[in-house]
């Protein structure tokens, strides 16, 4: 992770802006969303991942995004 995506997840999470993963099946590595909840406003979206090194580069990307966005 480089220094400006931890900047960025940090001040996300200070302006209580959270984005983890909802499973939609069972088993070891289900398959997940991603849930933004800004501000208790919860967005979920409709691309499915698997539990791998994927779905967090788009989760480091999205507090990325939002933090160029907001801040």
Excluded: D
């Excluded at 209580?16 to 919860?42: A, F, M, Q, T």
């Amino acid at each position: 992770m480089r220094t400006i995506q931890r900047e960025a997840m940090s001040w996300c999470l200070a302006n209580n802006i959270k984005i983890y993963v909802e499973p939609i099946s069972k088993g070891r590595k289900p398959l997940v969303k991603i849930i933004i909840n800004n501000k208790r406003k919860i967005t979920k979206g409709k691309k499915i991942y698997t539990q791998n090194s994927e779905v967090s580069k788009v989760i480091f990307n999205l507090y990325l995004h939002l933090y160029n966005k907001l801040n």
